[in-house]
Nanobody, 124 residues
Framework: QVQLVESGGDSVQAGGSLRLSCVVS????????MGWFRQAPGKEREGVGS????????YYADSVKGRFTISQDNAKNTFYLEMNSLKPEDTAMYYC?????????????????WGQGTQVTVSS
């Protein structure tokens, strides 16, 4: 059974930092891409960034480039989303995901395994 568990969400002031974690278990692939997504109230879910487990190649949405960093600890099957210079518009539920079939990076509307989400609230 594939499980993704996010943690680390909190309420912070603008300009602050947070680090989210995503632990992946039960996934049959050893080399795959993991994606971070977020959904703000009343808005559609959007991609934040992704990372390939083999080689650590990363991709970022333009809105978070230079502020967010995705990393991983392969030994712990854990992925991280380091968020700096947080803005009120970063307020959202943050999710991690992997594809159900194949090792390519997950897309917002693809067939994915999702975590339950962790809430990030940034106040001005």
């Amino acid at each position: 059974q594939v499980q993704l568990v996010e943690s680390g969400g909190d309420s912070v002031q603008a300009g602050g930092s947070l680090r989210l974690s995503c632990v992946v278990s039960g996934y049959k692939y050893s080399s795959y891409c993991m994606g971070w997504f977020r959904q703000a109230p009343g808005k559609e879910r959007e991609g934040v960034g992704s990372i390939y487990r083999a080689g650590s190649k990363t991709y970022y949405a333009d809105s978070v480039k230079g502020r967010f960093t995705i990393s991983q600890d392969n030994a712990k099957n854990t992925f991280y989303l380091e968020m700096n210079s947080l803005k009120p518009e970063d307020t959202a539920m943050y999710y991690c995901a992997v594809r159900r079939y194949g090792v390519a990076c997950p897309s917002v509307n693809g067939l994915n395994y999702w975590g339950q989400g962790t809430q990030v609230t940034v106040s001005s």
